[in-house]
């Protein structure tokens, strides 16, 4: 978003609230859900997290009516952070192990990432630096098997993309082949049918001679 991007929070507020009332009136609950995160976020920003929770759990609300089980578990995680904002450490830390469990549970590295992150975060803010320590390093393994991941799947891409060309490299020069062959043939074909005629206008001028000779030797037999 242009106006978050820029800091201008209170136009970026304002754009916000105008695209809830829309999705409101269209029912796009999706949308809706995707405001109030929004809205929710910048209120966070602006250090007014009692709103930020209100907003913030206004999405929850929707999106676990929705059964969006990915956008459910990433939204524990921020409104555990709010809860760490305001102090209540109990509750944000209910809320990362409900982000971490489902995000497990669906298999989504990306959240479970963050909900380790946010672990060490929090034990970090009650000066428990072995856990933070440890939920760091739980982090930085998911981290690194996403980056992992990431970099086989593009070599997968890569080697699937040069074995297409490949493959159609070898197409082309199969046709290329057929062509020459089909070219081959044509040619034997119009030689083979070339010598034939020439064969008929051949025997056919002999025929011609062979008689004019006949006639010719009549023609003396009868002189």
């Not at 992992?148 to 699937?160: D, F, Q, R, W, Y």
Request: glycine share 4%; with cysteine.
């Amino acid at each position: 978003m242009a106006y978050q991007a820029v800091k201008n929070y209170p136009k970026a507020l304002t754009y916000f609230d105008a695209t809830l009332k829309i999705d409101a009136e269209i029912g796009d609950k999706q949308g809706v859900a995707l405001a109030y995160a929004n809205i929710g976020s910048l209120h966070y920003i602006l250090g007014d997290y009692k709103n930020a929770l209100e907003i913030t759990g206004n999405a929850l609300t929707l999106l676990n009516e929705m059964k969006d089980k990915k956008s459910i578990a990433e939204t524990y995680g921020e409104i555990g952070v709010i809860y760490d904002s305001l102090g209540q450490p109990e509750k944000a830390l209910e809320c990362y192990i409900k982000q971490l469990n489902m995000s497990k549970e669906i298999g989504n590295k990306l959240n479970t990432r963050k909900a380790y992150l946010f672990f060490s975060n929090h034990y970090r803010l009650k000066h428990n630096y072995k856990e933070a320590y440890d939920y760091y390093r739980l982090y930085k393994t998911v981290e690194d098997s996403i980056k992992n991941e990431t970099s086989l799947k593009a070599i997968a891409e890569l080697e699937a993309t040069y074995e297409t060309q490949n493959k159609e490299k070898e197409i082309e020069l199969l046709k290329t082949e057929k062509q020459l062959q089909r070219a081959e043939n044509d040619r034997q074909k119009q030689l083979i049918f070339g010598c034939f005629i020439l064969a008929i206008v051949i025997s056919l001028s002999l025929f011609l001679l062979y008689n004019r000779q006949q006639l010719k030797k009549k023609s003396l037999l009868n002189w």
